[in-house]
């Protein structure tokens, strides 16, 4: 039986190899990011499953976008996986107000709002999936100039055990992966000197295994996913 879920910044890197991984094991997907063009090839590859929103989900326009396709269409939703990401990487004292609020919306609010948007709209069993950061977990090493990245993703792994426990009673998990370094755009432009151990269509493999399966063995877990840090 198919599922249907929602991921967010999937017009590259791991959320582009998510989707296909998902679609590949027949699974609908509803992809959201702001890059029409890399969205419809995406769809291309799998026209019957792959449903395309461009949106930027940092707006409260884009985000109704999203959430008003899903009320239109009826879909019941078996979780959604809060992928797309920022990175802005700067000395502390070099942050910027506007640096801070970008960083914090899509990292963290987006994910909080179109949860709880998207919460009427979930089937009992589904699973919340939070795309974090090394950066963000409690007790990793902390690099220089990653603090508003890495703030933001440690609110978001904290947000995941907080959902757990609020959600549990309508069986709806919630868990956070907290990825090392992918080779991704992101990646490389971050560090451009250094070759992450982690390719996208591995990384995105494992997702969609543990998007599938981990919630009906855990609940609330924030998890490292990591070969190497920084990012
Ligand atoms: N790569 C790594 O080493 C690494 C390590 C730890 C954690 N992560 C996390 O893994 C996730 C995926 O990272 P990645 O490396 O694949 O990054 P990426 O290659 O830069 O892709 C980011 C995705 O997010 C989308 N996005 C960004 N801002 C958006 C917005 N305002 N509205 C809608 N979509 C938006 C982008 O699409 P558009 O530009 O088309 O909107 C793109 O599809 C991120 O959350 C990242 O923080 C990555």
């Known amino acids: 039986m198919s599922n249907h879920y929602v991921v967010t910044g999937s017009s590259r890197g791991i959320g582009y190899e998510l989707v296909k991984s998902l679609a590949n094991k027949n699974h609908l997907v509803t992809v959201v990011a702001r890059s029409e063009e890399k969205l419809t090839s995406l769809r291309s590859l799998f026209p019957e499953q792959i449903f395309p929103i461009t949106a930027d989900i940092t707006t409260e326009e884009g985000r109704n976008t999203l959430i008003g396709h899903i009320k239109e269409k009826s879909i019941s939703l078996d979780g959604i996986v809060h992928n797309a990401g920022l990175l802005i990487k700067k000395p502390f004292e070099e942050l910027t107000d506007d640096d801070w609020n970008r960083q914090l919306d899509v990292n963290l609010l987006a994910p909080v709002f179109l949860t709880r948007d998207l919460l009427p709209?979930?089937?009992?069993?589904?699973?919340?999936?939070?795309?974090?950061?090394?950066?963000?977990?409690?007790?990793?090493?902390?690099?220089?100039?990653?603090?508003a990245y890495s703030v933001a993703k440690g609110a978001l792994s904290v947000l995941t055990e907080c959902l757990a426990a609020e959600l549990a009673d309508r069986n709806i998990s919630s868990n956070c992966l907290c990825l090392g370094a992918v080779q991704t755009e992101m990646f490389e432009a971050a560090f451009p000197d250094f070759q992450a151990p982690v390719q996208p269509g591995d990384m995105g493999r494992y997702i969609s295994e543990f998007l599938l399966d981990a919630h009906k063995l855990f609940n609330g877990r924030v998890l490292p996913v990591s070969l190497a840090d920084p990012s």
């Open 121 to 147: 709209h979930m089937n009992s069993g589904s699973h919340i999936l939070n795309i974090g950061s090394m950066g963000g977990f409690q007790g990793s090493s902390k690099f220089p100039g990653l603090s």
